[in-house]
């Protein structure tokens, strides 16, 4: 399984004049081999896009975490809509990817810098 992970960073506003929220996104991106596509995945909003190529997958999901913190924050839903963690089965796939690498006989996965327009910055 080839994977590479990355972290998204987000502030959204919390109320009008008031500090800003920020939270962490535990986001990666994996070869699901049976279908040939590239599965690109956040574990902390449940929202994961599918493309032919990784790069695409990544832009993908940075525009659905994008899209999907401004509704939260614009319908004044974002402490119940952030987090909306993954299925159990979905962070445990998380985890085992973010440690294959760790392994020296698992050595398949890689990081990368990403960036995030408007709510949300990603990072390595």
């Known amino acids: 399984m080839d994977s590479g992970e990355f972290m ?5 506003p919390h109320k009008p004049h008031s500090e800003e929220k920020t939270f962490r996104l535990r ?7 049976s ?3 590239f599965v690109a995945e956040c574990i ?8 032919r190529k990784a790069n695409k ?3 993908e999901l940075q525009d659905a975490i994008a899209g999907y ?23 445990l796939h998380y985890s085992f ?8 006989f698992l050595h398949e996965g890689r990081t990368f810098d ?10 390595a």
């Open 69 to 91: 913190v401004k509704v939260a924050v614009e319908s004044g839903l974002s402490e119940e809509l952030i987090p909306r963690r993954s299925p159990f089965s979905h962070r």
């Open 97 to 104: 990817v973010r440690l294959a690498p760790r392994l020296s």
């Open 35 to 37: 279908t040939g596509m």
């Open 44 to 51: 902390d909003l449940d929202l994961m896009v599918k493309s």
């Open 114 to 123: 990403c960036d995030q327009p408007a709510y949300a910055r990603c990072f």
């Open 57 to 59: 997958a990544i832009r």
């Open 27 to 33: 986001c990666y991106v994996y070869h699901h081999k």
């Open 8 to 12: 998204a960073s987000a502030a959204i």
